[in-house]
């Protein structure tokens, strides 16, 4: 707890009187471009990952990134989207996997989990995303799947969430009228690597050849 302690002092001290004409600006409201779905692993900063600052991304985080499809029972996710789309009028909602996912370690095997009967109802939403890949490899609904079906796991996780933003009322119809894009990611811890999808797409690319019309005209600039 001394680094945490440490930090806020100088936060307190240095980061904030730097920085203290947006967070005058921010004191009254918040206008982010971005949804930012992410997991709540440690090791996940999302402002760090896209050189971002307070106020540009709305983040919503839990264990593996999750995105319960709508339903008519209230969650924090259920409402943070609503929120976030119907209010505060965000443009692109990013959905943001990463590799060693614990979650989706889980998923892969949930009897594993014994004890732990939140985790594993919870990891229920991924189920659709790990039956996916015993269908592509022939294993039988009753066999645990290995790590070597990790990453494969965790991509799948990421498509199968982007489909279940889809299904809340408020994404549906600004998807419906152009309003707001979609964006699947997996980031690698250890690289720093970034591969993506769209909302519409089943197949992961490299972040520099799937935004690579906006990289070529952030070139321009």
């Not at 471009?33 to 106020?55: A, E």
């Not at 789309?85 to 949930?110: E, M």
């Not at 690579?212 to 952030?218: G, L, M, Q, S």
Request: glycine letters at 10%; one cysteine or more.
């Amino acid at each position: 707890m001394d680094h945490i302690i440490r930090g806020v002092l100088d936060f307190r001290k240095n980061v904030y009187p730097e920085h203290k004409d947006l967070f005058g600006e921010l004191a009254t409201g918040q206008n982010p471009d971005v949804l930012f779905f992410t997991c709540s692993d440690s090791r996940i900063d999302p402002n760090m990952m896209t050189g971002t600052h307070p106020g540009d991304l709305f983040i919503c985080r839990n264990a593996g990134n999750i995105i319960p499809p709508h339903s008519n029972e209230t969650g924090g996710m259920t409402a943070s989207i609503e929120f976030a789309v119907a209010v505060l009028n965000v443009r692109h909602i990013i959905v943001c996997g990463h590799t060693d996912c614990g979650a989706v370690k889980g998923a892969l095997d949930v009897q594993g989990l014994k004890g732990l009967p939140h985790v594993q109802e919870w990891l229920g939403h991924c189920r659709s995303a790990i039956e996916i890949v015993r269908e592509r490899h022939g294993i039988a609904s009753d066999q645990p799947l290995d790590a070597q079906f990790l990453n494969e796991a965790i991509e799948e996780n990421v498509l199968q969430q982007v489909q279940h933003l889809r299904t809340h009322p408020t994404v549906a119809a600004k998807l419906a009228t152009g309003k707001i894009q979609i964006h699947g990611w997996v980031y690698d811890i250890k690289s720093g690597n970034i591969r993506c999808c769209g909302q519409d797409s089943y197949q992961f690319q490299n972040f520099d050849d799937f935004y690579a019309d906006t990289i070529k005209e952030i070139g321009k600039a």
